[in-house]
């Protein structure tokens, strides 16, 4: 039954335009459990025209002859797409790096012999070659097939706009303005950091037009170097709305009360903090003192290959802490959280009226028994079925999408439409065969390796 009805869906999705909405008008809804900030909705509806969310709830009235793609079937879950504000893209072309040891801070191991050899210099020969663009690509598609619609993290190069939204390039959504993402912010120029402030003093508490993400204090918790690295953000006067500090790992209770009395939000990445420094941020002290918290996977070679994974160790951590966080609560960090910290909280991040159609649909296990928000934070990544962006479906399960490129994902097929965040086909003769070929190759003469899409069953 689960088969007849994926294909049921099919024919009602074949039926709708998958151009840009700036090209062919789109008008649909779908029928599912609906993901909303505060509550779930089983039997909802989301009502799209034009790539944008006009209704969603249990009651909507449509259009007449409105194409609608029941998934209910199924017991499909629909929720927006998750938001990454920590990543580091290029990088996840290599498979995960295992330290035997652990790490005081990360100036620790970044100048270790054994991390230049196995992933700084073959990054930096990959480069070098000019293959980012399909380094970022790769990255992209392994971001997508976790949940993701939205990513920080390139390197900035003159690709495409990429598979997925780019909220740190121009354009990411007209007329918004970029996040401002920076690794090493105590080495910003004079003129840099002025920049920031000028941009920085247009926020406002809860209206978020600039949005600075920086690596802070990242470290073991008992670490000096990390610890004291609040001091220095004081000292660049960079306590001020629209900041928010990435790992924070070397922080103490009374720098998250700080940080919440000036509206600084906290990036958690668990699952490297703790791969490399044994321990992570003291999210009970953060929360504790009002801090807005998002989650993301930091990079695959210590941290989770996307955000879907990163949920599910959170979730594992949380309930090996007291259960310090619901799933609700590790949903909202992926979704409405970071769109709220990245300065997009009117754009993404939630199934809201006038919000873009950045959707993730997912299948859950009919042997489970569980709500939406234990699903979103469970599931894998075989159980996505649909990945829509800007009201486009990209990636997901071969019934629905037939005419995508196939790929395997941990002995699942799933299919890809090779479009970027605006709608437009990526390059004319790029292929996802391809990209993975390509990179293949080149890091096989390097005695390298090509990371998989996906850590099946880890």
């Known amino acids: 039954m689960r088969i007849f009805s994926l294909r049921t869906i099919l024919l009602t999705l074949l039926s709708l335009p998958l151009a840009a909405p700036a090209q062919q008008p789109t008008t649909w809804a779908l029928r ?14 989301l009502f799209i025209r034009d790539g944008v969310i006009i209704a969603a709830g249990e009651h909507v009235d449509l259009p007449a002859n409105t194409p609608v ?12 797409g998750f938001l990454d504000l920590h990543n580091h893209l290029t990088w996840n072309v290599f498979p995960r790096w295992h330290p035997v040891q652990e790490f005081g801070n990360r100036y620790d191991w970044q100048q270790k012999a054994v991390y230049q050899t196995t992933v700084e210099a073959p990054h930096a020969a990959l480069v070098a070659d000019g293959l980012e663009c399909a380094m970022q690509r790769y990255a ?21 706009q990429g598979l997925a939204r780019n909220l740190d390039l121009p354009n990411a959504i007209p007329g918004i303005a970029p996040v401002d993402y920076n690794v090493f912010p105590f080495q910003m120029t004079e003129a840099q950091l002025a920049q920031a402030h000028q941009e920085l003093a247009e926020n406002t508490p809860g209206n978020i037009t600039h949005a600075l993400l920086i690596h802070v204090a990242e470290g073991a918790p008992s670490d000096a170097s990390a610890s004291r690295e609040f001091a220095l953000l004081k000292g660049r006067n960079l306590l001020l709305p629209g900041v928010s500090l990435i790992h924070a790992g070397g922080l103490k209770p009374e720098n998250y009360a700080e940080m919440a009395a000036h509206h600084v939000g906290l990036i958690w990445s668990p699952r490297s903090n703790i791969e490399l420094y044994g321990d992570t941020a003291n ?33 594992l951590w949380s309930q ?27 754009q993404l991040g939630s199934l809201t009226p006038g919000h873009l ?43 629905l999408m037939p005419k995508g490129e196939p790929l395997n994902l941990c002995g699942t097929q799933k299919s890809l439409l090779l479009t970027g965040s605006n709608g437009q086909a990526d390059s004319a003769d ?18 390298r390796r090509l990371a998989p899409l996906s850590e099946c069953g880890q």
């Open 320 to 346: 090996t802490h007291g259960q310090l966080f619901t799933d609700r609560d590790l949903v909202r960090m992926a979704t409405v959280n970071a769109a709220a910290l990245a300065g997009f909280s009117a």
């Open 357 to 399: 159609a950045d959707l993730l649909i997912l299948t859950p296990d009919p042997a489970e028994h569980h709500d939406a928000w234990w699903s979103l934070t469970h599931a894998t990544p075989t159980q996505i079925a649909l990945v829509v962006l800007n009201g486009q479906p990209i990636y997901g399960d071969p019934a």
């Open 32 to 45: 599912g459990t609906l993901v909303l900030p505060d509550t779930l909705i089983p039997n909802g509806t």
């Open 69 to 80: 793609t029941d998934l209910r079937a199924t017991h499909a879950i629909i929720a927006p």
């Open 140 to 160: 992209e598609l392994k971001a997508i097939a976790q949940g993701e619609t939205s990513v920080v993290g390139s390197l900035h190069a003159p690709c495409s």
């Open 430 to 447: 790029e292929t996802w065969a391809h990209t993975s070929s390509l990179l293949v190759s080149a890091m096989a003469h390097d005695g």
């Open 283 to 315: 999210v009970a002290a953060a929360k504790s003192a009002g801090v807005l918290i998002a989650i993301a996977p930091d990079w695959s070679i210590t941290g989770s290959d996307g955000t879907l994974g990163e949920l599910n160790y959170a979730a």
